[in-house]
């Protein structure tokens, strides 16, 4: 014989939750494989929650009340490329301590020349940028950061300004990384027939590149000189000692001397030095900031490094 079992439902009253939820909570996964154009860009963390039901006048939990959370969280892994250099050791220090994962692609790997806590939240690659590993060295990455740039014949300046940055370009762009930032150079108002140098020259290309391909999250920062304690092998150079007072004397001035701006090659004199620590703060503003983009003069790069300074 078998048991038949009914179930009513009341008329009286709707439904109402039970003092029970259960929360499922979806959290980012990390890539587990080197798949291109799938960099780890902003991963959204998504609180739900499940109600059942009950019959009415059923005594209600005031402490367990549903919760309706969504937390936006954007994990930031970014690629310094020549990150043991001047500006760009500055840049993997600044991103550190502001708790961003950094790797650095130089020919020399890890830097010799430090000893600060910092360089080992670092991963030093060492390699060229014509001959990199792109899988290896931009997986998960959320933003490229050039510093490459270098002085020598006018053939040399043209290939490390501008061929090395315009293919770090295309192969960030190819492998889907969502933000390129470009460490380029103030014109110092100088005539366009002397722009057409090795130096000037590449570093306008790669401009032209960055903004091409990133049309709403490309950035170039155009700093003048940049001084702050430079390291050579052993030695320390203190270029703050000379940039430091420069800075604020022709800010000072800036009333009495902005007549004279108009004149070519006026900023030779006149553009004012910029905190290398400026160029790296800014560096961070640009890389979190996903309103940020295009390009940036000398004082809009100060600007920019005031909002992420502890």
Known sequence: MSSLMSFTTPTSSPPKPLSTTRLSLLTPTRPS?????????????????????AEANT???????????????????????GGTGFVGSAICKAAVLKGIEVVSLSRSG????????????????????????WDEVLLGSTAVVSTLG????????????????ILAVGAAKDFGVPKFILISVHDYNLPSFLLTNGYFAGKRNAESEVLSKYTNTGVVLRPGFIYGKRKVGSYEIPLDIIGGPLERFLNAAQNFTRPLSSLPGSDLLLAPPISVDDVAFAVINAVTDDDFFGVFTIDQIKEAATKVRV
């Open 110 to 133: 890890r830097p010799s020349s430090y000893s600060d806590p910092w360089i080992d939240q670092v991963t030093w690659i060492p390699g060229d940028v014509f001959y990199a590993n």
């Open 33 to 53: 494989s080197l798949t291109r154009h799938h960099s780890l860009n902003r991963s959204l963390c998504r609180l739900s929650v499940c109600c059942s039901y």
């Open 59 to 81: 005594k209600e939990n005031l402490t367990s009340l549903p919760i309706d959370v969504v937390a936006d969280v954007k994990p930031e892994r970014i690629v310094v490329l």
């Open 150 to 165: 270098g002085f020598g014949s006018d053939e040399q300046m043209k290939k490390i300004n501008g061929e090395a940055n």
